[in-house]
């Protein structure tokens, strides 16, 4: 049986697990080779053995999705340094949107790199997994938001006394293992059995493996989560507006600005993440190869996965104290790569007297270096609160 004919063929169930080149001798897998084929996704590809060079595009998608990386990992590092100086239920909630954001970034990365002709030569459960991780970090992502909004919500609503804040603080820990429990669950329900490997007339258009069903079945979820987050900020945006016409401004003040952000968040969240959720939705009511933008789906997933990268440049420029931790983690490294230097010019220097002289270098050349440093991280710490 040639290849044209083992895709057409309406053969048994394959296993999910099984590696490509059982079937002859080419490493192609048939599985995924037959799923791409009856969704019309082969259509104007590459030959699917063929080994392709980077393109000028996917350069640019890689290095996107570096910078994605780096910059959330700068933000977690700052997130983390404030949650050990303050322990404020909010960071844990950033940090744990940051994770999110930042294996966004990586799985995108592990996409790219595993993308083209490369994707034929995987198993379906690799395939599985490599767009789960995905879907992980965007359930992720929407469950921390609606973390926030609930505690937020509960904070504003219904105060609890200062005696509580340590129950607060940690009743949030256990919520944020929740969400990726939930998280891991709804991403890998089609590698635990949740799609059409088994079936090609139930198969997505952009996902070839996935179910159409488990993609509305996502869907809807998200969007109830959405709508949630949406009605608890605009009850809170009514309680605030009444505390301000009543003079309680002052209290509410903090709270209306950390408010704030949260919305910039959820908005730029729904602006980029929405072209992509109304391009699921298309293909779940389409046939096979009867939508034309299904086909086309990069710059939709793009925009989506460019929310990962926008989320730090808001915590940046909506809370100060964000940009102070970023600043002096900035310093911090500056400070040790001049320390390095310093440290060995000295060195040097002092031993280059005791040979010269024959007399050890003294210690007041250290309390004097130690004198230097302390002197350089207190204005480098008072450039950053400035």
């Known amino acids: 049986m040639d290849l044209l004919s083992s895709l057409t063929s309406s053969s048994s169930c394959p296993h999910l697990y099984r590696l490509p080149g059982h079937h002859g001798n080419t490493s192609l897998s048939q ?10 996704r082969l259509h104007n590809r590459a030959a699917p053995n063929s080994q392709n060079p980077i393109s000028a595009s996917m350069a640019v998608l890689l290095f996107f999705s570096v910078v994605i990386v780096l910059e959330n990992s700068l933000v977690l590092a700052a997130v983390v340094s404030l949650i050990r100086r303050s322990r404020r239920w909010v960071y844990v909630c950033i940090a744990n949107i940051t994770v999110s954001d930042l294996l966004t970034g990586a799985a995108y990365l592990v996409n790219i790199c595993m993308s083209g002709s490369r994707t034929f030569h995987l198993a379906p459960a690799l ?17 921390s938001l609606l973390l926030i909004a609930v505690e937020r919500y509960m904070t504003i609503m219904k105060p609890l006394p200062h005696k509580s804040a340590g129950s607060t603080y940690y009743r949030i820990y256990g919520l944020v293992a929740l969400c990726w429990v939930l998280a891991l669950v709804l991403g890998f329900l089609p590698l635990l059995g949740w799609n059409c490997v088994c079936s090609l007339d139930r198969c997505s258009t952009l996902l070839p493996l996935y179910s159409k069903t488990y993609i509305l079945f ?3 979820i998200f969007f109830l989560i959405l709508l949630a987050i949406g009605v608890l900020y605009g009850a809170i945006y009514c309680h605030v507006h009444r505390s301000a ?14 408010l704030k952000t949260v919305i910039i968040i959820v908005g730029v969240f729904m602006l980029c993440w929405g072209p992509l959720f109304l391009l699921l939705l298309v293909d779940f009511f389409c046939t096979s190869r009867q939508c034309a933008p299904l086909f086309s789906a990069d710059v939709f997933i793009s925009l989506a996965v460019l929310n990962s990268g926008v989320n730090p440049i808001i915590y940046a420029l909506g809370s ?3 940009r102070r931790a970023m600043a002096r983690l900035l310093c911090l ?29 003294p210690s007041k050349s250290r309390k004097a270096w130690k004198k230097c440093r302390l002197s350089s991280t207190t204005s480098c710490l008072s450039v950053s609160s400035g």
């Open 31 to 40: 599985v995924i080779l037959r799923h791409y084929n009856h969704t019309g």
């Open 127 to 143: 395939w599985l997994f490599r767009e789960g991780m995905l879907f992980v970090a965007l359930a992720a992502s929407i469950f």
């Open 218 to 220: 996502s869907l809807v």
């Open 245 to 258: 016409q009543l003079g309680i401004q002052r209290c509410r003040k903090r709270s209306l600005a950390l």
């Open 320 to 322: 100060g104290e964000m």
């Open 333 to 361: 490294c500056r400070l040790c790569r001049k320390e390095a230097f310093s440290s060995k010019e000295t060195s040097s220097t002092s031993e280059s007297k005791a040979r010269n002289l024959g007399v050890a270098s």
